[in-house]
C-alpha cells in the first residue's frame, strides 16, 4: 500500500524541479515515489533533496524542498511513498 508523504507546491519546467510540503512522513534520498495527478502518474527514485539550494538527505514532515522528478507535474499532485 502506497502512503502518502506529501504534496507538489511549485513547479520549475524549465529545470524539471518539484517543490514539495512533507505532511505526514520524511522524505529521504532513496525513497521510490509515485507522484499522481489529475493527468499524470508516474514512479520514480528521489535522487537528491534540496532546500535553500543546498542537498539534503531528508526532509522532516513540515519541511518543504525540492526534487528533480523525470516527468511534469502540477500544484496539487500528490506524493506518495512506495512500499514494496
Same mark, same amino acid.
Given at each position: 500500500?502506497?502512503?502518502?508523504?506529501?504534496?507538489?507546491?511549485?513547479? @520549475? &519546467? =524549465?529545470?524539471?524541479?518539484?517543490?514539495?510540503?512533507?505532511?505526514?512522513?520524511?522524505? =529521504?534520498?532513496g &525513497?521510490?515515489? =509515485?507522484? $499522481?495527478?489529475? &493527468?499524470?502518474?508516474?514512479?520514480? =527514485?528521489?535522487?537528491?533533496?534540496?532546500?535553500?539550494?543546498?542537498?539534503?538527505?531528508?526532509?522532516?514532515?513540515?519541511? $518543504?524542498?525540492?526534487?528533480?522528478?523525470?516527468?511534469?507535474?502540477?500544484?496539487?499532485?500528490?506524493? @506518495?511513498?512506495?512500499?514494496?
Open positions: 500500500m502506497d502512503v502518502q508523504v506529501g504534496k507538489v507546491t511549485h513547479f @520549475y &519546467d =524549465k529545470i524539471g524541479v518539484a517543490i514539495v510540503e512533507v505532511m505526514n512522513q520524511p522524505l =529521504k534520498v &525513497d521510490t515515489v =509515485k507522484v $499522481s495527478g489529475h &493527468d499524470n502518474e508516474f514512479t520514480q =527514485k528521489v535522487e537528491s533533496l534540496q532546500v535553500e539550494h543546498k542537498q539534503v538527505k531528508e526532509l522532516a514532515v513540515g519541511e $518543504s524542498g525540492g526534487f528533480k522528478v523525470d516527468q511534469a507535474v502540477k500544484v496539487g499532485d500528490i506524493l @506518495y511513498l512506495t512500499t514494496k
